[in-house]
């Protein structure tokens, strides 16, 4: 099983595959929609499980607070942008402008992730009290992924 951090890496190297995949689509195709679902969902979950698992137990350590609050906050403001793409026509110009913002913001807050919290994580949270916690991330993950689909379900039965 991997480390959380190989766990949330593989996630973000998917995750900037699938944005520059969506910039380099155009209208409402098939293509577009197909990774901005998979994008969406795949992101949705994977901060979800960040959460619950990684930044959980960063805000338990004092020095890891700020780190862990400034993410979770960063995930509330993609998740609206987010929100307000999926509801959005794909096919207007303001969609992909909107979109390029998003990209902008998710790969800065990827890598802010990936070199300055993972740091500070590894300095206050020793390897022993978080091993297994890759494990719990893709479990998390697995579940959130489970819910998204239950809402798509009872959506299309409205």
């Known amino acids: 099983m991997p480390s959380i951090y190989d766990a949330i890496r593989a996630d973000h190297d998917n995750h900037r595959a699938l944005l520059d995949r969506i910039e380099d689509t155009s209208g409402d195709s098939d293509d577009r929609k197909s ?5 969406y969902e795949d992101v949705k979950s994977h901060a979800a499980a ?63 992730e990936e070199d300055e919290v993972f740091a500070r994580a590894q300095e206050v949270i020793p390897e022993d009290e978080i091993e297994g916690y ?22 299309l039965e409205d």
């Open 35 to 39: 990774a901005w679902k998979e994008f």
């Open 50 to 112: 960040e959460e619950e698992t990684f930044y959980s137990k960063l805000i338990s350590k004092t020095w890891g607070q700020d780190a862990a609050r400034h993410s979770v906050h960063e995930h509330q403001q993609l998740d609206d942008i987010m929100e307000e793409l999926n509801e959005g026509d794909m096919a207007s110009p303001g969609w992909l402008t909107r979109f390029k913002t998003l990209k902008h913001d998710y790969e800065h807050h990827m890598d802010e």
């Open 134 to 155: 890759g494990e719990r991330f893709e479990k998390r993950k697995s579940k959130e992924r489970g819910l998204i689909d239950d809402k798509r379900e009872d959506s």
